[in-house]
């Protein structure tokens, strides 16, 4: 299967500061990304689209000020998580379809945030 | 309610049973079905994914989707202990890739 990669695994910040996550498809390009937000024993929550070239999607209830989302090139998105505050403490994941099949989507490892 | 609803479980069996994971859902226009494996603290890996209704096998799994009941089902013969993990179900509608992702089943086989 395809591979998609997220850097860093995890990342300890202090309240207030921002913190960015990389999301790369390793061996196909992905002109659309997904991060979706993970809790606890929980299921994964799909925060917003990344569209490479324009403008990200978000769903409802999240704040695009807050999540930054940019898509700079076929294989690359980043999330940049604004002045953090220790509730945004989690696990993000992004996934990446594959061209022309878009339900198939391959994920990458999860990034677990903490904010102190 | 819930788009998709899935048991969170656990669910405990013993090596080589036979184990049966469900997810119901309420939106009729969800078209691309799809189960997903988690292992603790990383991102989901895709194991089966089946277009309507009908069944589809790949190995020890079996997926069936029973549209009119909005019904889902993953199947694993003779599991194993290496089979212990998260398991997810994901549904799309179409071709925007947005996935609607169950509570996901936790599974543990005992040696």
């Known amino acids: 299967g395809a591979v998609v990669s997220q850097h860093p695994s995890r990342v300890i910040c202090k309240s207030g500061t921002s913190v960015k996550i990389e999301c790369r498809s390793l061996d196909f390009q992905a002109t659309t990304m997904f991060w979706y937000r993970q809790f606890p024993k929980q299921s994964l929550m799909l925060m917003a689209t990344?569209?490479?070239?324009?403008?990200?999607?978000?769903e409802q209830g999240v704040e695009k000020d807050k999540f930054l989302i940019n898509h700079a090139s076929l294989t690359l998105s980043t999330l940049t998580v604004t002045s953090a505050h220790p509730e945004d403490s989690s696990f993000y994941i992004c996934?990446?379809?594959?061209?022309?099949?878009?339900?198939?989507?391959?994920f990458g490892p999860g990034t677990r945030l903490t904010v102190t | 309610q819930k788009e998709v609803e899935q048991d969170p479980g656990p669910l405990s069996v013993p090596e080589g049973a036979i184990v049966s994971l469900n997810c119901t859902y309420s939106?009729?226009?969800?078209?691309?079905f799809m189960w997903y494996r988690q292992y603790s603290r990383k991102g989901p890996e895709l194991l089966m994914y089946t277009y309507s209704s009908g069944n589809k096998e790949d190995g020890r799994f079996t997926a069936q989707v029973d549209k009119s009941s909005k019904y889902i089902s993953l199947f694993i013969r003779d599991s194993q202990p290496s089979d212990s993990a998260t398991y997810l179900c994901a549904m799309s509608t179409g071709n925007t890739g947005k996935l609607i992702f169950g509570q996901g089943t936790t599974l543990q086989v005992k040696p």
């Open positions: 990344s569209n490479e070239g324009s403008k990200a999607t978000y």
């Open positions: 996934s990446a379809p594959v061209r022309d099949f878009p339900y198939e989507q391959y």
């Open positions: 939106n009729s226009a969800f078209q691309y």
